[in-house]
């Protein structure tokens, strides 16, 4: 059985910063393909990042390129991800999950009869 169980979130101010945490198991994140996506208040998720088993390879989505950076913790079997200098706009629940793939490349798309989990909330207000 494959699970991913997110932690981390909070609430901060503008221009601060949170790690979040996916604990995976059922799998190692080392072969797996996993991306972070979020959901606003009234809005679809989103795709924010994701990482795959080549060494040091990411994708991001242009609105958090450059503040946000996700990576893997192979020892520990978890993915976070890092995020810097948050904005309002990156208020929303955060989730992990698999991804669509080809080879070690990650695509920013949410796998195929993944379920989400229960997420973790990020708030970022003044």
């Known amino acids: 059985q494959v699970q991913l169980v997110e932690s981390g979130g909070g609430s901060v101010q503008p221009g601060g910063s949170l790690r979040l945490f996916c604990a995976v198991s059922?799998?190692?994140?080392?072969?797996?393909?996993i991306g972070w996506f979020r959901q606003a208040p009234g809005k679809d998720h989103e795709a924010v990042a994701c990482i795959g088993p080549g060494a040091g390879w990411a994708g991001y989505a242009e609105s958090v390129k450059d503040r946000f950076a996700i990576r893997r913790d192979d020892a520990e079997n978890t993915v976070f991800l890092q995020m810097n200098n948050l904005e309002p706009e990156d208020t929303a629940v955060y989730y992990c999950a698999r991804t669509t793939s080809r080879g070690d490349r990650c695509f920013l798309v949410k796998a195929d009869n993944e379920p989400w989990g229960q997420g973790t909330q990020v708030t970022v207000s003044p």
């Open positions: 059922g799998v190692t994140v080392e072969s797996s393909h």
